[in-house]
């Protein structure tokens, strides 16, 4: 898997995410420069990594969505590219318009940093291909502004379409407000462009990926990017 | 030229800051007061005497940055 990590004045998860997808694909991935204009040939995979890109100005992820760079990110989802957006990535790439909504403030007004449970909803994509529907994963959280928004038209699309990908829910796998922890609509956590090539998601499967921490869970996601990548290959 | 570009949340959109700080004037007793919505007010100044190409290009800043129109409204005020 040829992969390329964007990093933007401001993020700090793009070492934790490059470690994830060297440890698991067995090569390291080409870090990029928000204000380079291309990206590496033959990218199989960007990752949009979190952070608080330009301090979070204006709004979370608004800036670096016009960054040079996002125009070659743009370009390899057109063409059907893989795109993973993790937490402030998630951010930029619903500012950016290649995922719709906005993640708005926590209901709580607080930011919230432990791990969460997430239900898998499919696992007929390149992301989830190595779980099963209705795996619940625990990963960790940590977001200010992780409260999923969107009309009620683009909400009634994504969940017609199948493209909420992940929700937040106790560990059994029960949607319950008290695991909601940043208010989401419909406890939202990831959700996939129209054509399911493009992922965002607030929480932080990256940082679940080696024993040492307590938990692997977060794994699956990569091993299936890498499945997905050979089978498409 | 200088204008003004104010930006709001769309009404219904949940403005949790905006409740906070509703709730923090409502503790210092400020009379009266029965709900805040938050927002932002950009001051920009643009070269050139054209009112219309100026109103055009903020509308244009707003579309493109200024404003997530999503969730946020927007209003030019060009102020000469």
């Known amino acids: 898997m040829k992969s390329a990590v964007i990093v933007f004045p401001g993020s700090n998860r793009e070492g934790d995410v490059a470690r994830a997808l060297t440890v698991i694909s067995g090569r390291a991935p080409a870090m990029i420069w928000h204000a380079d204009s291309a990206l590496p040939a033959g990218t199989d995979l960007v990752v949009l990594p979190g952070g608080f890109s330009y301090g979070d100005y204006l709004r979370c992820g608004a800036i670096a969505a016009r960054a040079p760079i996002m125009g070659a990110v743009r370009a390899h989802a057109g063409r059907g590219g893989l795109v993973l957006g993790i937490c402030n990535g998630f951010q930029i790439l619903c500012e950016a318009g290649l995922l719709p909504g906005v993640l708005m403030r926590n209901a709580a007004l607080k930011f919230i940093c432990h791990d969460v449970f997430l239900r898998v909803e499919r696992s007929d994509t390149p992301f989830t291909r190595r779980y099963n529907a209705g795996d619940v994963i625990r990963v960790p959280a940590a977001n200010g502004e992780g409260n999923y928004i969107a009309d009620a038209e683009t909400l009634a699309r994504l969940e017609g379409e199948g493209r909420v990908l992940f929700r937040y829910t106790s560990p059994e796998g029960k949607l319950d407000p008290a695991y909601n922890f940043n208010g989401a609509t419909n406890a939202i956590a990831g959700i996939l462009s129209e054509k399911l090539n493009v992922l965002g998601l607030m929480p932080h499967p990256e940082n679940h990926v080696d024993p040492l921490v307590g938990a692997t869970d977060g794994r699956g996601l990569f091993e299936s990017i890498e499945t997905a990548l050979e089978e498409a290959a | ?80």
């Open chain 2, 1 to 80: 030229m200088k204008a003004r570009v104010t930006v709001t949340l769309k009404s219904g959109v949940l403005d949790p800051q905006g409740k906070a700080i509703e709730g923090a004037l409502k503790s210092l007793g400020i009379a009266g007061v029965e709900s805040v919505r938050q927002g932002k007010v950009f001051d920009v100044e643009l070269a050139g005497n054209d009112r219309n190409k100026a109103e055009t290009a903020l509308k244009a800043a707003c579309e493109r940055l200024l404003a997530n129109t999503v969730i946020e409204n927007y209003r030019v005020e060009v102020l000469g």
